[in-house]
């Protein structure tokens, strides 16, 4: 079985930005139930769509497919909540493990999110000095959160 390994943490300072590389990312949800939330996204030149289920501790069924740019388009347009999750998406390497940065934009911005991919729930990681509060366990920070109730919408305290 597919399956994605991950954890997320709020990103305090501008430290991150020294030598990362950007790519524009734009997706949107076709669904989001309880169990299963089904995506579509273009990430640079390419578009994906993605099935994730249900996450187990840190664990969670991811299936990703490349479909045609055009295509992601119109399931966008015409299928996906709106407003879309926009971002600058970051890849920043630390003390040998990839970390991808998500700059969120328009109706999410201000929020920035650091999100590392594990190869086992027990992997041990010294995290970066811009790595702030751990918000893994906290669905207000999945994607399919913010395209339901943006980060601008949200009320300070409130969950």
Excluded at 106 to 133: F, H, M, R, T
Aim: charged letters at 25%; glycine letters at 6%.
């Amino acid at each position: 079985m597919a399956q994605e390994i991950e954890r997320k943490f709020l990103v305090r300072g501008d430290d991150w930005r020294y030598g990362s590389n950007a790519v524009y990312c734009c997706q949107g949800y076709l669904a989001f139930e309880i169990n299963c939330t089904v995506r579509v996204r273009i990430l640079g030149e390419n578009a994906y769509l993605t099935i994730k289920g249900k996450a187990t501790g840190l664990t969670r069924p991811e299936y990703e497919y490349e479909i045609p740019v055009d295509d992601a388009r119109e399931l966008m347009n015409f299928y996906c909540l709106h407003p879309l999750i926009e971002k600058n998406r970051h890849t920043v390497m630390h003390s040998g493990v990839r970390w991808v940065i998500d700059e969120f934009l328009k109706a999410n911005y201000g929020l920035i999110l650091a999100e590392v991919e594990l190869e086992s729930e027990d992997q041990q990681i010294i995290l970066p000095g811009w790595a702030g509060e751990e918000v893994t366990d906290d669905p207000r920070y999945y994607n399919s959160y913010l395209a339901r109730k943006p980060y601008a919408l949200w009320v300070p305290g409130q969950k």
